[in-house]
């Protein structure tokens, strides 16, 4: 601000008198500016005084108004009423409080959540799901799960879960929170949902997802926890594309090392949530997050899917070595081979994916925590010693009590993958895996694949 005598040319003499100019639109030389359109125009904008000199501020066109007396020593040139200071300032508050407000979501009341799903997974989750549902306000108490109706020692196992609160066909010995509602009839399940959580196995979605359309609620956001991919003419599908294109919504991942059983049993345990929305990956922390299930979070969906899906194929790997009595070191070896491969194929088919994303849970401690735990592993492990009497159909149908094995199928759509693009020789262990798993090559060929000196596996693969 200027005082009069610091003003050039500006000569001492009486008091002078200078009414409270206010600017609204007119130009600094008397004409009438251009007035600003749209929503972030308000009338009562002021033009800061600071650093005008004295002549351009005598040309400011000036509203009648009681002069205020200067005395020329000290003070400023120009006042503006503390009061209207204050009420310009309340006026462009809320101005700009109205603008945010009309960019931000209405709120429609607590989220409804629903799993479209109940194996020991699905179950796992909705231990997690139901409780946090129960105490945040802004997620709706009670939880549907859709559960494919079946009979367990001559009851309804629906009837079972919403009486005992158990799921004692896929995770016996485990109490669920009474919140979660078992539904038989997937559209029912659904009906009005504002978020729908996936945890099935992937060759039942096709036929899921279509009895699913329009019973959600019209900004229904989908999460996809499917550890698998799918194979078509344009190459690797991913199935959060699948849901995402049937049911036209935004669609996220949870994948991370969370083996179902010490999920259930509440043992610490990190997750990573890979999203495309912001805002929809903050809604499915709040439902996914607790202080023993820590969720990490991934803008990079095809990043996380992938890993949660190749991580699968690997864990065969790793089985095979523990069925062949091979020792930690051959089993760190197949992990840190894998990895790379994982790494090559997810970059090689979905070039935005990040390098970052395989340090997150869902890359490499899913990986390792795969190869030493989980179903995978165990069934790749008495395939071998079947020495060929059993065949992995077999051994699930004996170890899985209707679970189902998705690393065989992800074997096999990626070995067409690679076959069809001819890759084969680039992925020496998921290629040697298929063989093994598909084609009845023996379980040391993968040691012979993986150790083979560069140019010479050719006859092997």
Same mark, same amino acid.
């Given at each position: 601000?200027?005082?009069?005598?610091?003003?050039?040319?500006?000569?001492?003499?009486?008091?002078l008198?200078?009414?409270?100019?206010?600017?609204?639109?007119?130009?600094?030389?008397?004409?009438?500016?251009?007035?600003?359109?749209?929503?972030?125009?308000?009338? $009562? /904008? &002021?033009?800061?005084?600071e650093?005008?000199?004295?002549?351009r501020?005598?040309? !400011?066109?000036? #509203? %009648?108004?009681? =002069?205020?007396?200067?005395?020329?020593?000290?003070?400023?040139?120009?006042?503006?009423?503390?009061?209207?200071?204050? $009420? /310009? &300032?309340?006026?462009?508050?809320?101005?700009?409080?109205?603008?945010?407000?009309? !960019?931000?979501? #209405? %709120?429609?009341? =607590?989220?409804?959540?629903?799993?479209?799903?109940?194996g020991?997974?699905?179950?796992?989750?909705?231990?997690i799901?139901?409780?946090?549902?129960?105490?945040?306000?802004?997620?709706?108490?009670?939880?549907?799960?859709?559960?494919? #109706?079946?009979?367990?020692?001559?009851?309804?196992?629906?009837?079972?879960?919403?009486?005992?609160?158990?799921?004692?066909?896929?995770?016996?010995?485990?109490?669920?929170?009474?919140n979660?509602?078992?539904?038989?009839?997937?559209?029912?399940?659904?009906?009005?949902?504002?978020?729908?959580?996936?945890?099935?196995?992937?060759?039942?979605?096709?036929?899921?997802?279509?009895?699913?359309?329009?019973?959600?609620?019209?900004?229904?956001?989908?999460?996809?926890?499917?550890?698998?991919?799918?194979?078509?003419?344009?190459?690797?599908?991913l199935?959060s594309?699948?849901?995402?294109?049937?049911?036209?919504?935004?669609?996220?991942?949870?994948?991370?090392?969370?083996l179902?059983?010490?999920?259930?049993?509440?043992?610490?345990?990190?997750?990573?949530?890979?999203?495309?929305?912001?805002?929809?990956?903050?809604?499915?922390?709040?439902?996914?997050?607790?202080?023993?299930?820590?969720?990490?979070m991934?803008?990079?969906?095809?990043?996380?899917?992938?890993?949660?899906?190749?991580?699968?194929?690997?864990?065969?790997?790793?089985?095979f070595?523990d069925?062949?009595?091979?020792?930690?070191?051959?089993?760190?070896?197949?992990?840190?081979?894998?990895?790379?491969?994982?790494?090559?194929?997810?970059?090689?088919?979905?070039?935005?994916?990040?390098?970052?994303?395989?340090?997150?849970?869902?890359?490499?401690?899913?990986?390792?925590?795969?190869?030493?735990?989980?179903?995978?592993?165990?069934?790749?492990?008495?395939?071998?010693?079947?020495?060929?009497?059993?065949?992995?159909?077999?051994?699930?149908?004996?170890?899985?009590?209707?679970?189902?094995?998705?690393?065989?199928?992800?074997?096999?759509?990626?070995?067409?993958?690679?076959?069809?693009?001819?890759?084969?020789?680039?992925?020496?262990?998921?290629?040697?895996?298929?063989?093994?798993?598909?084609?009845?090559?023996?379980?040391?060929?993968?040691?012979?694949?993986?150790?083979?000196?560069?140019?010479?596996?050719?006859?092997?693969?």
């Amino acid at each position: 601000m200027l005082a009069a005598s610091e003003v050039s040319g500006f000569a001492a003499g009486p008091p002078l008198a200078v009414p409270s100019i206010r600017l609204r639109g007119d130009s600094f030389f008397g004409a009438k500016a251009a007035q600003p359109k749209g929503p972030w125009h308000t009338s $009562s /904008t &002021r033009m800061p005084l600071e650093g005008r000199t004295r002549s351009r501020l005598l040309c !400011l066109k000036m #509203e %009648d108004e009681k =002069p205020k007396t200067y005395t020329g020593q000290n003070e400023d040139l120009v006042d503006i009423r503390a009061e209207e200071v204050t $009420s /310009t &300032r309340e006026r462009m508050l809320n101005t700009i409080s109205g603008i945010v407000k009309g !960019l931000q979501p #209405e %709120d429609k009341g =607590p989220k409804k959540v629903a799993i479209v799903g109940s194996g020991n997974w699905a179950c796992a989750i909705a231990c997690i799901v139901g409780n946090n549902c129960k105490r945040h306000k802004q997620l709706e108490d009670n939880v549907n799960m859709w559960v494919f #109706e079946e009979e367990v020692d001559g009851r309804k196992l629906t009837e079972i879960i919403n009486t005992e609160h158990e799921n004692t066909k896929y995770l016996p010995g485990i109490k669920l929170p009474e919140n979660i509602i078992a539904v038989p009839d997937v559209g029912e399940a659904v009906k009005d949902a504002d978020v729908l959580i996936f945890c099935l196995p992937h060759q039942f979605l096709d036929k899921v997802c279509g009895q699913v359309k329009g019973k959600h609620a019209d900004e229904c956001i989908a999460v996809s926890l499917i550890k698998a991919v799918e194979f078509d003419d344009t190459g690797v599908v991913l199935i959060s594309d699948m849901i995402r294109k049937q049911l036209n919504m935004d669609v996220s991942v949870l994948m991370g090392a969370n083996l179902a059983g010490e999920v259930a049993k509440g043992s610490f345990c990190e997750t990573t949530i890979g999203y495309r929305v912001k805002r929809n990956g903050e809604l499915l922390k709040l439902v996914f997050n607790d202080p023993l299930f820590r969720v990490g979070m991934a803008q990079d969906v095809d990043g996380v899917e992938v890993c949660g899906a190749l991580k699968n194929v690997v864990a065969l790997g790793a089985g095979f070595c523990d069925g062949m009595g091979l020792g930690q070191n051959s089993k760190g070896a197949i992990i840190r081979i894998g990895l790379g491969e994982m790494v090559a194929f997810a970059q090689t088919h979905f070039p935005g994916v990040r390098d970052s994303t395989f340090f997150e849970s869902c890359g490499i401690a899913d990986l390792v925590v795969t190869c030493y735990g989980g179903r995978n592993r165990q069934c790749a492990e008495a395939f071998v010693k079947a020495d060929g009497a059993k065949t992995f159909e077999d051994i699930e149908k004996e170890l899985l009590n209707g679970q189902k094995l998705q690393g065989t199928l992800t074997a096999l759509e990626v070995f067409r993958i690679l076959e069809r693009d001819g890759q084969l020789e680039e992925y020496p262990l998921f290629t040697a895996i298929y063989r093994i798993a598909f084609e009845g090559a023996p379980p040391e060929s993968m040691i012979a694949a993986v150790s083979c000196i560069e140019n010479e596996c050719s006859a092997l693969l």
